[in-house]
Nanobody, 117 residues
């Protein structure tokens, strides 16, 4: 089992920035991919960015240059730097973890981001 805890969400005004973090613990071994997703009210969950222990990064189609994903050297923590936020970024932000070569997928409980106009 892998446990995930997101942090860093909150309330911010339009144009502001937030840095989200997600820490994985438990059976965290081997190579893995961690990713950020978000789900806005009434909308489907969308993938924002993924990063592997090898450093391979994939961004979702809706992500522009405003978001940057990174991963600590230890490999168990990822971050999402979000700049120039706008009300459309209001959502619950989730991270997930998948060990490469397995189908097990773990999700965190999410952290809420609210951007006011």
């Amino acid at each position: 089992q892998v446990q995930l805890v997101e942090s860093g969400g909150g309330w911010v005004q339009t144009g502001g920035s937030l840095r989200l973090s997600c820490v994985a613990s438990g059976n965290v071994v081997g190579s893995s991919v961690m990713a950020w997703h978000r789900q806005a009210p009434g909308k489907e969950r969308e993938m924002l960015a993924s990063i592997s222990t090898g450093g391979r990064i994939v961004y979702g189609r809706s992500v522009g240059a405003r978001f940057t994903v990174s991963r600590d050297n230890a490999g168990n923590t990822i971050h999402l730097q979000m700049n120039n936020l706008n009300p459309n970024d209001t959502a619950v932000y989730y991270c997930n973890y998948r060990q490469i070569d397995t189908t097990d997928l773990y999700w965190g409980p999410g952290t809420e981001v609210t951007v006011s106009s």
